[in-house]
């Protein structure tokens, strides 16, 4: 798609989580000049992510845009024109629009990204579309926020109209309950409220090239939502399906041309209710969370890190593909005693489990530390796993 002589990449986060060093590697095997910007000196990225980079530039915190701003400029001075600005991370996606519109790169700018951001324009982005959703309301007025509570009736979610994840986000029962967290919050922030909905979490996750088009997916189940596993110390798993439910597939499709998703990873949710409805949530553009792009990998034994970097660079997804395994991600709590320990599964489960090990300090706040990552093309040999895996006892034994 570019002339790779001139392509000049500049990634945030290169280093973190580690995992995700695998992007910008294969973005410079295909071509890419590949410029980082960290909050880490050269001499402590890994070798794998050092050798790959055409430069490291080194900042006290991606946090500081005035700073980072200041060294992608002075870089642009140097090497010429900067074609993409990357990160697949969710906390820096209005660090990469400023970037763009700052250095005038292609791609979603700050306005375009209030429709991934905020709850209600979400929620007209998915109406749009044709999906359902819960009703919802963004307000600063308690008096408001009160009746309309009263119309829908409780339990309602408060959380803020612009979040990530489970952060700030209640569950509320009463008025009485309303009206006190709303006298513990900030007056001049603008919440939102929504319809409690009792149901699943399916997801519908993959990623776009340059038209638009989807040119990977797969779909998800988790075994609760991100606000009672990180509020109520869940154990956490999520699982892939080979036959995705064709109502999923068909709102995921659906959803990424309402948002006009494109050359971007997606994350999208939905609640599937006990009567079979299905309702959309929210979308990110990021990958999914913790180890689930590796899952993605094992799923269809394919790379995503690989097949996103020829699709961003190329406009080429570079497999053919099918689904063959059920994967799933099991997490454990440091905070719980389990009846089996690792190595006990790895003998017991040896022909399923295919990594284990620890997650990144972020995702291990909402999942739990300690994960392990299966597969199998019979899904109840995987729930076998999982329920030896988060049994949970008094005491240790083996």
Known sequence: MFSLAFVNLIYLSAHYPPHF????????KYGARVWAVTDLPTKYLSPQLKSCLAGNLEVDSLHNERAVLSLCQRLQEQVGPIQFVESNLETWL???????????????????????????????????????????????????????????GFPVILKPNIGVG??????????????????NSDPNSEFFLEKYIQGTIESFDGFCD???????????????????IVQEKRDFYIYSMIHPPKDLVEAGFLATKAFGVRAKFFHIEFFR????????????????????????????????????????????FPYAYERQFHTMHISRREEITYRHNIPTALKQFRDLILTHGELDSASAMAMGKEFVLARSPNLKDLFSLQQFLQAQTGYATA
């Open 21 to 28: 060093e695998s992007f910008p590697v294969e973005l410079a």
């Open 94 to 152: 209005d660090l990469e629009a400023l970037l763009r519109e700052k250095l005038s790169v292609p791609g979603l700018k700050p306005q375009d990204l209030q429709r991934f951001k905020q709850k209600r324009l979400m929620k007209e982005v998915f109406q749009t579309a044709g999906i359902l959703v819960a009703p919802g309301l963004r307000t600063k007025n308690p008096l408001e926020a009160i009746e309309f509570c009263k119309g829908i």
């Open 273 to 316: 209710t006990p009567n079979n409805q299905l309702i959309g949530l929210e979308i990110n553009l990021r990958p999914p969370g913790g180890r689930m792009v590796d899952m993605m990998n094992f799923g269809s034994n394919i790379d995503c890190y690989r097949a996103w970097a020829c699709t961003l660079l190329h406009n080429r």
């Open 210 to 228: 340059h038209g638009g088009n989807v040119v990977y997916y797969t779909c998800h189940t988790q075994s609760a939502g991100v606000r009672e």
């Open 166 to 183: 489970a952060q700030n986000t209640y569950l509320i029962q009463s008025e009485q309950e309303l009206l006190l967290r709303l006298n």
